[in-house]
């Protein structure tokens, strides 16, 4: 009796990570097959509209959800004249911004970039910076590696129903794995 109960146990106990396997792989798959996002169009939710730091429209490209949270692309249409973000960080993600359109100026660390068509730059993740819109209109790629949870943030900054105070724009950031750390960018 006492070796049937052992066998019992040990067929449970040799199938868990197998079945735990099984799990962890439908929750890491990637996307297998090609995907075509058409201009002016989004990936999952259509063109986010933001509320709050400016009144831009995002577009998913590529999201988290396409490569297991490795890479997110985003393209934001900059429609909010001498507004940008506010000094932050992100604690995990490095961010490529790619100018399409307009003028902006960037802060990264200490250091202040002028940009304009053409011209990309690299924020790195712990580092602190914040971007203006000098343009009345722009059109740039955001690039986020890994993804993290931006598209989250752009969800739920669209989602709101009136225009966020400074304090819950602050807890939206947190929630977002991102910290404000001073205030928005002025154009100089």
């Known amino acids: 009796m006492k070796r049937k109960g ?11 990570p197998m079945l735990a396997f099984s ?23 259509g063109h986010i509209k933001l509320k709050g730091v400016n009144s831009n429209i995002l577009d998913v490209k590529v999201s988290g959800k396409d490569t297991d949270g490795d890479l997110a692309i985003f393209e934001q249409t900059s429609l909010s004249q001498g507004k ?21 100026y960037f802060q990264v ?23 203006t819109q000098k343009s009345e209109k722009g059109k740039m790629t955001v690039i986020l590696q890994p993804a993290g949870k931006l598209e989250d943030f752009f969800v739920t900054v ?8 400074v304090a ?8 977002n794995d991102m910290k404000v750390i001073g205030p928005p960018l002025q154009l100089e």
Do not use: C
């Open 84 to 104: 940008g973000t506010p000094l932050h960080v992100h604690s995990s993600q490095d961010e490529i911004f790619y100018i399409l359109e307009g003028a902006y």
């Open 158 to 165: 669209a989602a709101l129903d009136h225009e966020p105070t």
């Open 168 to 175: 819950e724009m602050n807890l939206i950031f947190e929630k």
């Open 6 to 16: 052992f066998f019992a146990a040990l067929l449970v106990i040799s199938t868990i």
């Open 23 to 45: 799990s962890f792989e439908k929750m890491t798959k990637k996307v297998e097959k090609g995907f075509k996002i058409k201009s002016g169009e989004g990936r999952f939710h």
């Open 109 to 131: 660390g200490e250091e202040k970039y002028h940009m304009a068509v053409g011209d990309s730059i690299f924020l790195p993740r712990k580092v602190p910076h914040a971007w």
